[in-house]
């Protein structure tokens, strides 16, 4: 890349090439022994940032079954082990305090959450799903068929996977949920 | 680039490095500005007066590379003699109905073919008199209740220009040619005529950039073009999120085409997308209007049976001529053993369109009551959404509410601490909406391929397992399926979910989903069961399954060739051994436009594939988007259907004629050509046309969300939304990390010192921002980042603002919404919202709160 005289006078470089004294003012036994918390991770997951669509591939060091560190991947062709200051944060995304981990629940005109078992939470669902359908239910508009239901509608994120759109356009659609929307669209 | 896709932006400055020159249009100056060559600032809204100049600068001095111009473009297409253009009809095509405000595009036909009815006209052909709407014929403040409503009598039309799939609208294989380009209804001199009033003088007064500035990008583009060298165009929504936007990019498309700048390495458009997978979320869409692989969704009026279907699903020639093959083995793929040729393949299971049925359309049928359940995943539509307020309202008038995200985003919780409850419109206790907040796995917390801007899947592999309740999408869905279907009746209606096909293995004690089942499933299987190697393979008989036949190929050989990851330097620059593209792994679309039609490379420099006339096929450093066998003086034989109609020279084979169009002869529900309309708010009258706004955009007259009127005093700033590199989009993957919220603290907007000094805004002070929506405030930023414009004699202000705050989400940093500013107005061939270029008041000081906030804006609205 850039090849000016102001990189060959750039503290660091001189440093590294030992032309600066100072360099070793820096070193300590401690300096010396730390390590990477990378390099005593269980495991080491291939992954893809999930903010902007360049698809940086990301390295996830996993320890004691937490993520410890992710990092940019050098083999990647597209970021050659680069992310940017989202991607160099995702860590965080995946273990900040503030991730809710547990099923809420509002129930109407309700004032505060009230907590709910997933396996509950998925009955409930599937229950309004199938009642809300069939209430809704539109056979013709105007003499023609239609096979629908206008009363159910979704707008999903541009970060899911392909296979969950896939399977979230495939269900809607056999429910007859044509409102099915996308980021993409906005 | 450099502030938004920071990684991708490296290769621009490699290219620099080697001496490309940069050149950054932009409203404001950013990080991309300060490394490029020449920053050129421009009023938001006026790019279609920028790029027609500098195709009036090609055409005008004959600087367009002819021959890939002659033999690769529609150039010498006789176009009908019913044809006017904006030049005859003071900024109108002809067939434009001012009852219905649509077009009819018959006109806009090559001479002599026959076409289809363009995007905007499928619906109101069998609805009758559905008046459209247009805000030049009606004043502010008379709202006509119901027209765009969900489920009223007046359905708007039914999708945009991929109602023709991925190709291009029906049209000849052949149309008739001047290919001395003289003929005065030839492409090229219909052009020509277009863009001739797109000159120099009208860029300095519409768009703001001083002559000297246009002539430095007019001469570059054009010197770095040709045989050895190739320009590309990069754009995000800055292009797209306008009334105009398809048209945008059209405009661009015509200059790449004129400049022989598409299918060649180094060359193109290229879309920045913003989010992970959102080429993904097209490519298998959840979007209303299409099915996987841009299949149309199919309409009421037009697709009673699968034939019906077909026979209007756009063109007969060129590779979308195998359609029913990715369709039939689309309804395979879902309906399996109980789709037979007998029943038409359980074409009938599919729900039929009546109109549009996007994001806004449904926002507003949630207010009028007739949406009752809604499933939010991965989405903030209560802060990421334009008309912030309308969004809310209609959160607010539903049954019930899934929302799945990692954080209790601001739609999860709008009863609870909503901007409505702080102004006293609405009361917690008032807000009958169920709500479900189910939390959601994070990217390493599952496995499966997103989709990048390049059209590449990369397929991520888990980490580890999502904790708590936490749970994948696809974990979510299949389960959801799954319950569903236990709760079926023998009711016909439930025909289509008893027969779906939902039976993937399950994985672990979650039982979750196999991702690579659903993977395979995508890429499709053979009679024999076998994964299927290539769309090419995909049959119209039922003897083939597919989920998408784009991704067809992506578990060749039953491997998961997205995951491959041979490291980039072990291979060449290409790279194709690094995930895999589509379609068919090429990385690089029409790249047969990379050799001259006798199948040589243009030059030594450009070479990228070409026609080994000794081994009879095309080849080179990527997979040629060709037929491998087709050699360049294939001509085809009369009444030749698919990728058999198109000649050796035809490059564009998703293409009826195998052209690049530069004239759009059906297609577009606004026009054959770009053409510059003001946006719907703006504070200049359009100095081109009589036409102040593109006629045929999508309306909204909602008491919930009025308009700016144009021109108006009372709004005097041009503004426009954006992001900044350390947030993402409404802020919930962004403000509740800590490194990301110490970095961009607050939302501020950006204005010039001359409109500072003007208002008496003081940097790191307070402003107020006012629409006819509603106000916020944000810190002020005093930059020359942003400068004053000078536009025909008078000065015009730009505010800058990011979206990226609101007023919970989890975030560590809170603020006020930008996208509540916003006005629902729509480009009418995708529904995509107006939000780039909107007018504005800007006020010193904070904004008032509760009940003030409301009369506030009152006192703007009525003037």
Known sequence: MAQGGWISRWPVLRQLRGENARGSAARSARTDALRPRTEDADSVARSVCPYCAVGCGQLVYVKDGRVTQIEGDPDSPISRGRLCPKGSASKQLVTHPGRQTQVLYRRPHGTEWESLDLETAMDMIADRVVRTRRETWQQEEGGKVVRRTMGIASLGGATLDNEENYLMKKLYTALGAIQVENQARI | MAECHPVGFQWVVEAKARGAKVFHVDPRFTRTSAIADRHLPIRAGSDIVLLGALINHVLANELDFREYVTAYTNASSIVSDDFRDTEDLDGLFSGFDPDTRKYDPSSWAYAGGRQEAAAGQRSEQFEGGGRREDGAGRGQGEPEAGEQMEGGARHAEAAGADQYGSGGAETEARPLTDPTLRHPRCVYQILKRHFARYTPEMVEEVCGIPREGFTELAEAITANSGRERTTAWAYAVGWTQHTVGAQYIRTASILQLLLGNMGRPGGGILALRGHASIQGSTDIPTLFNILPGYLPMPHAHRHENLDDYLAHAGADTGFWGRKRSYMVSLLKAWWGEAATEDNDFCFGHLPRLTGDHGHYTTVMAQIDGTVKGYFVVGENPAVGSSGGRTQRLGLANLDWLVVRDLTLVETATFWKDGPELRTGETRTEDVATEVFFMPAASHVEKEGTFTNTQRLLQWRHKALDPPGDCRSELSFYYHLGKR????????????????????????????????????????????????????????????????????????????????????????????????????????????????????????????????????????????????????????????????????????????????????????????????????????????????????????????????????????????????????????????????????????????????????????????????????????????????????????????????????????????????????????????????????????????????????????????
């Open chain 2, 484 to 863: 569903i279907r236990a709760r079926l009746s023998d009711d016909e209606i439930d025909r289509p979910l008893r027969e779906l096909t939902w039976d993937y293995p399950e994985e672990g004690e979650r039982a979750e989903p196999s991702a690579e089942a659903v993977l395979r499933e995508i890429n499709g299987t053979g009679p024999d069961g076998r994964a299927l190697s290539a769309y090419t393979e995909l049959e119209p008989d039922g003897s083939t399954r597919c989920g998408c036949w784009i991704y067809c190929g992506v578990y060749a050989d039953e491997v998961n060739q997205a995951a491959r990851r041979k490291p980039g330097r072990e291979q060449s620059w290409v790279a194709p051994e690094w995930g895999w593209a589509w379609p068919a792994n090429r990385r690089t679309l029409y790249n047969r436009a990379s050799a001259d039609p006798q199948g040589r490379p243009w030059s030594e420099r450009k070479a990228y594939v070409w026609w080994d006339a000794d081994r009879g096929e095309w080849t080179g450093h990527d997979v040629p988007d060709f037929e491998k066998d087709k050699p360049p003086d294939y001509l085809p034989p009369e009444g030749a259907l698919a990728e058999a109609a198109l000649a050796g020279t035809d490059p564009f084979i998703m293409q009826a004629d195998g052209k690049g169009w530069l004239f759009a002869p059906a297609g577009l529900a606004d026009g054959p050509l770009p053409t510059h309309y003001e946006p719907h708010e703006s504070p200049l009258r359009n100095p081109l046309y009589g036409q102040q706004a593109n006629p045929a955009r999508r309306i909204y007259h909602r008491e919930e969300a009025p308009y700016n009127p144009p021109q108006s005093p009372r709004f005097p700033y041009v503004l426009t939304t954006y992001r900044l590199t350390e947030h993402h989009t409404a802020g919930a993957m962004s403000r509740p990390l800590a490194y990301l919220a110490e970095l961009q603290p607050e939302l501020f907007c950006e204005v010039s010192p001359l409109l500072a000094e003007r208002l008496g805004l003081v940097n790191g002070g307070w402003a107020t921002i006012v629409t006819s929506r509603t106000a916020i405030e944000a810190r002020v930023l005093v930059t020359d980042r942003v400068r004053p414009l000078r536009l025909a004699g008078r000065t015009v202000h730009q505010i800058g603002l990011p979206y990226h705050w609101g007023w919970g989400g989890g975030g560590l940093v809170t603020g006020d919404v930008a996208n509540d500013l916003l006005p629902l107005v729509l480009d009418p061939n995708v529904y995509i919202q107006e939000g780039k270029a909107v007018t504005c008041d800007l006020r010193p000081g904070r904004r008032p709160t509760g009940r003030a906030l409301l009369e506030l804006i009152q006192e703007y609205r009525d003037g």
